[in-house]
């Protein structure tokens, strides 16, 4: 997720019209909708790791909407600096297909 620095909108905008247009690009929109589906985890008591990355995701949720804080309050530095992640990517196995 890019977070631009939230606590300073450009001149002509305001904060809340800032974070609207950040909250719906394409890219933000996805990443939000699957954290606030990890986050709806909490409290299921299924495994204690899941209640973990539950209660994380909701931390980055809040970190993005809140313009006190910023992303690298809840995310370590290194998994924010942008880089072609595929080329270190291992191709699965098996492809399982119908």
């Known amino acids: ?3 631009t620095d939230a606590r ?11 974070l609207i247009i950040r ?17 709806s985890l909490e409290g299921l008591r299924w495994d204690a790791n899941m209640e973990q990355v539950a209660r994380q995701a909701m931390r980055i949720r809040s ?11 809840c995310i370590p530095q290194v998994l924010l600096v942008p880089g072609d992640y ?5 191709p699965p196995r098996f492809v399982f297909a119908d």
């Open 1 to 3: 997720m890019k977070d």
């Open 23 to 39: 909250q719906n690009e394409p890219r933000n929109r996805c990443i939000l909708d699957i954290l606030d589906r990890l986050a």
């Open 8 to 18: 300073e909108p450009p001149a002509h905008q305001s904060f809340s019209t800032g």
């Open 86 to 90: 595929r080329k270190d990517e291992f």
């Open 63 to 73: 970190n993005f909407f809140d313009n006190t804080r910023v992303l690298e309050d």
